[in-house]
Protein backbone atom coordinates (compact mmCIF):
# COMPACT_ATOMS: atom_id res chain seq x y z
CA UNK A 1 0.00 0.00 0.00
CA UNK A 2 0.87 3.86 -0.11
CA UNK A 3 3.24 4.86 2.49
CA UNK A 4 5.25 8.18 3.45
CA UNK A 5 8.59 8.13 5.58
CA UNK A 6 9.75 11.62 7.43
CA UNK A 7 12.43 12.43 9.12
CA UNK A 8 12.40 12.15 12.54
CA UNK A 9 12.06 14.45 14.56
CA UNK A 10 11.86 16.98 16.61
CA UNK A 11 13.94 19.38 14.71
CA UNK A 12 15.20 22.99 16.76
CA UNK A 13 16.88 25.79 14.71
CA UNK A 14 18.08 29.29 15.11
CA UNK A 15 16.03 31.56 13.22
CA UNK A 16 17.22 32.40 10.03
CA UNK A 17 18.55 29.22 9.87
CA UNK A 18 17.90 26.64 6.36
CA UNK A 19 15.35 24.05 6.98
CA UNK A 20 14.84 20.98 5.31
CA UNK A 21 12.57 18.00 6.31
CA UNK A 22 13.37 15.26 4.31
CA UNK A 23 9.49 13.07 2.71
CA UNK A 24 9.97 9.93 0.83
CA UNK A 25 6.91 8.14 -0.52
CA UNK A 26 5.95 4.86 -2.18
CA UNK A 27 3.13 4.88 -3.92
CA UNK A 28 1.50 2.83 -7.15
CA UNK A 29 0.66 5.22 -9.94
CA UNK A 30 1.26 8.94 -9.79
CA UNK A 31 0.17 10.64 -6.50
CA UNK A 32 -0.90 14.28 -5.50
CA UNK A 33 1.71 14.85 -2.50
CA UNK A 34 1.35 17.82 0.06
CA UNK A 35 2.61 19.33 3.07
CA UNK A 36 0.87 20.20 5.77
CA UNK A 37 1.19 21.98 9.09
CA UNK A 38 -0.04 21.96 12.58
CA UNK A 39 0.18 25.08 14.99
CA UNK A 40 -0.46 23.72 18.54
CA UNK A 41 -3.85 22.88 19.42
CA UNK A 42 -4.93 23.28 16.18
CA UNK A 43 -6.13 21.85 12.69
CA UNK A 44 -3.97 21.10 9.64
CA UNK A 45 -3.49 23.97 7.20
CA UNK A 46 -2.42 23.15 3.64
CA UNK A 47 0.99 24.44 3.35
CA UNK A 48 1.64 23.40 -0.19
CA UNK A 49 1.25 20.74 -3.01
CA UNK A 50 2.47 19.00 -5.95
CA UNK A 51 -0.04 17.11 -8.21
CA UNK A 52 2.87 15.95 -11.22
CA UNK A 53 6.56 15.03 -11.69
CA UNK A 54 8.78 18.22 -11.47
CA UNK A 55 6.04 20.68 -10.02
CA UNK A 56 7.11 23.06 -7.27
CA UNK A 57 4.57 23.87 -4.44
CA UNK A 58 5.76 27.46 -2.82
CA UNK A 59 3.85 29.28 0.00
CA UNK A 60 5.35 31.10 2.48
CA UNK A 61 8.31 30.79 1.78
CA UNK A 62 8.49 26.74 2.05
CA UNK A 63 9.28 25.01 -0.96
CA UNK A 64 8.65 21.45 -2.31
CA UNK A 65 9.73 20.22 -5.58
CA UNK A 66 8.01 16.72 -6.54
CA UNK A 67 10.66 14.88 -7.68
CA UNK A 68 9.48 11.15 -8.83
CA UNK A 69 13.02 9.44 -9.77
CA UNK A 70 13.89 9.30 -6.11
CA UNK A 71 10.10 9.36 -4.86
CA UNK A 72 10.75 12.51 -2.20
CA UNK A 73 9.32 15.29 -1.32
CA UNK A 74 11.71 17.68 0.49
CA UNK A 75 10.04 20.66 2.38
CA UNK A 76 12.58 23.69 2.30
CA UNK A 77 13.05 27.08 3.34
CA UNK A 78 15.36 29.80 3.04
CA UNK A 79 15.42 31.34 6.64
CA UNK A 80 13.09 30.30 9.50
CA UNK A 81 10.97 32.08 12.17
CA UNK A 82 10.25 31.85 15.18
CA UNK A 83 6.54 31.57 13.88
CA UNK A 84 7.16 28.75 11.79
CA UNK A 85 7.72 26.83 14.85
CA UNK A 86 5.27 23.92 14.25
CA UNK A 87 4.48 20.18 13.13
CA UNK A 88 4.61 19.31 9.68
CA UNK A 89 2.82 16.87 7.67
CA UNK A 90 3.61 15.06 4.09
CA UNK A 91 1.24 13.32 2.54
CA UNK A 92 -0.20 11.84 -0.31
CA UNK A 93 -3.17 11.11 -2.39
CA UNK A 94 -3.87 8.69 -4.97
CA UNK A 95 -6.59 8.03 -7.63
CA UNK A 96 -7.44 12.13 -6.77
CA UNK A 97 -10.03 12.99 -4.00
CA UNK A 98 -9.35 10.32 -1.42
CA UNK A 99 -7.85 9.63 1.35
CA UNK A 100 -4.82 11.23 2.72
CA UNK A 101 -1.85 8.72 3.69
CA UNK A 102 0.17 11.17 6.12
CA UNK A 103 3.54 10.65 7.73
CA UNK A 104 4.33 10.81 11.23
CA UNK A 105 5.13 14.26 11.54
CA UNK A 106 8.10 16.68 12.02
CA UNK A 107 7.76 19.23 15.04
CA UNK A 108 10.12 22.14 14.37
CA UNK A 109 11.35 24.15 16.97
CA UNK A 110 12.59 27.77 16.04
CA UNK A 111 14.81 29.50 18.48
CA UNK A 112 15.40 33.89 18.52
CA UNK B 1 -16.64 31.56 4.32
CA UNK B 2 -16.64 29.64 7.30
CA UNK B 3 -14.31 26.53 7.23
CA UNK B 4 -14.77 23.13 8.22
CA UNK B 5 -16.45 23.17 12.00
CA UNK B 6 -16.18 20.58 14.46
CA UNK B 7 -17.84 20.46 18.10
CA UNK B 8 -17.32 19.69 20.49
CA UNK B 9 -13.42 20.74 20.56
CA UNK B 10 -12.73 19.03 23.80
CA UNK B 11 -14.99 15.61 24.98
CA UNK B 12 -14.39 13.94 27.90
CA UNK B 13 -16.08 10.60 28.71
CA UNK B 14 -15.89 7.57 30.96
CA UNK B 15 -14.99 4.08 30.05
CA UNK B 16 -18.10 2.64 28.55
CA UNK B 17 -19.88 5.83 27.63
CA UNK B 18 -21.14 6.86 23.90
CA UNK B 19 -19.29 9.93 22.08
CA UNK B 20 -20.69 11.90 19.03
CA UNK B 21 -18.51 14.11 17.26
CA UNK B 22 -19.93 16.20 14.78
CA UNK B 23 -18.18 17.77 11.51
CA UNK B 24 -19.85 20.50 9.53
CA UNK B 25 -17.96 20.54 5.77
CA UNK B 26 -17.00 23.72 3.80
CA UNK B 27 -20.24 25.14 2.13
CA UNK B 28 -20.78 23.15 -1.10
CA UNK B 29 -18.37 20.51 -0.10
CA UNK B 30 -19.75 17.02 -0.16
CA UNK B 31 -17.10 15.08 0.58
CA UNK B 32 -16.08 14.18 3.97
CA UNK B 33 -12.95 12.21 5.94
CA UNK B 34 -12.50 11.31 9.51
CA UNK B 35 -9.05 10.82 10.81
CA UNK B 36 -7.19 9.86 14.20
CA UNK B 37 -4.43 11.62 15.20
CA UNK B 38 -2.62 9.38 18.50
CA UNK B 39 -0.83 10.81 20.94
CA UNK B 40 2.64 12.22 18.60
CA UNK B 41 1.87 10.07 16.12
CA UNK B 42 0.37 11.04 12.66
CA UNK B 43 -2.91 10.95 11.17
CA UNK B 44 -4.49 7.79 9.94
CA UNK B 45 -7.57 7.82 7.96
CA UNK B 46 -10.34 6.26 9.66
CA UNK B 47 -13.45 6.94 6.66
CA UNK B 48 -14.22 8.75 3.35
CA UNK B 49 -18.60 9.71 2.82
CA UNK B 50 -20.59 11.58 0.53
CA UNK B 51 -23.75 12.47 1.01
CA UNK B 52 -25.66 9.34 2.46
CA UNK B 53 -23.03 7.03 1.40
CA UNK B 54 -20.04 5.32 3.09
CA UNK B 55 -16.91 5.34 0.07
CA UNK B 56 -14.30 3.81 1.75
CA UNK B 57 -14.09 2.97 5.48
CA UNK B 58 -10.98 0.57 5.35
CA UNK B 59 -9.70 2.72 8.54
CA UNK B 60 -12.58 1.80 10.74
CA UNK B 61 -11.87 -0.29 13.48
CA UNK B 62 -14.74 -3.09 12.79
CA UNK B 63 -16.77 -2.69 15.93
CA UNK B 64 -18.16 -0.04 18.70
CA UNK B 65 -17.19 2.73 15.66
CA UNK B 66 -19.95 4.13 12.91
CA UNK B 67 -19.84 7.03 10.58
CA UNK B 68 -22.73 8.75 8.74
CA UNK B 69 -23.55 11.68 6.29
CA UNK B 70 -26.97 12.68 6.42
CA UNK B 71 -28.44 14.51 3.28
CA UNK B 72 -29.08 17.23 5.58
CA UNK B 73 -26.72 18.13 8.98
CA UNK B 74 -23.46 17.36 10.02
CA UNK B 75 -21.37 14.60 9.53
CA UNK B 76 -21.12 12.36 12.91
CA UNK B 77 -18.84 10.06 14.23
CA UNK B 78 -19.80 7.82 16.67
CA UNK B 79 -18.08 5.50 19.45
CA UNK B 80 -19.80 3.37 21.04
CA UNK B 81 -18.53 1.94 24.97
CA UNK B 82 -15.32 3.99 24.43
CA UNK B 83 -12.31 2.66 26.10
CA UNK B 84 -8.97 4.34 27.14
CA UNK B 85 -7.25 3.82 23.57
CA UNK B 86 -10.16 5.50 22.29
CA UNK B 87 -8.38 8.99 23.80
CA UNK B 88 -7.22 11.24 21.03
CA UNK B 89 -7.80 13.66 18.25
CA UNK B 90 -10.61 12.89 15.31
CA UNK B 91 -10.14 15.48 12.48
CA UNK B 92 -12.69 16.25 9.90
CA UNK B 93 -12.09 17.38 6.34
CA UNK B 94 -13.89 18.17 3.36
CA UNK B 95 -13.34 18.84 -0.07
CA UNK B 96 -15.33 20.22 -2.88
CA UNK B 97 -16.71 17.31 -5.66
CA UNK B 98 -14.49 15.64 -7.63
CA UNK B 99 -11.57 17.82 -9.84
CA UNK B 100 -10.28 19.62 -6.62
CA UNK B 101 -7.84 17.27 -4.19
CA UNK B 102 -7.49 19.52 -1.68
CA UNK B 103 -8.94 18.31 1.69
CA UNK B 104 -9.49 21.23 4.30
CA UNK B 105 -9.10 20.30 7.89
CA UNK B 106 -11.58 21.38 10.84
CA UNK B 107 -9.82 22.18 14.65
CA UNK B 108 -10.43 18.96 15.70
CA UNK B 109 -12.32 17.47 18.84
CA UNK B 110 -10.00 16.49 21.43
CA UNK B 111 -11.41 12.75 23.26
CA UNK B 112 -10.63 11.82 26.58
CA UNK B 113 -11.81 8.92 27.87
CA UNK B 114 -11.30 8.23 31.45
Known amino acids: GDSVTQMEGPVTLSEEAFLTINCTYT??????LFWYVQYPGEGLQLLLKATKADDKGSNKGFEATYRKETTSFHLEKGSVQVSDSAVYFCALSNFGNEKLTFGTGTRLTIIP | NAGVMQNPRHLVRRRGQEARLRCSPVKGHSHVYWYRQLPEEGLKFMVYLQKENIIDESGMPKERFSAEFPKEGPSILRIQQVVRGDSAAYFC????????????FGPGTRLLVL
Open chain 2, 93 to 104: ASSPPAGEETQY
Open chain 1, 27 to 32: ATGYPS
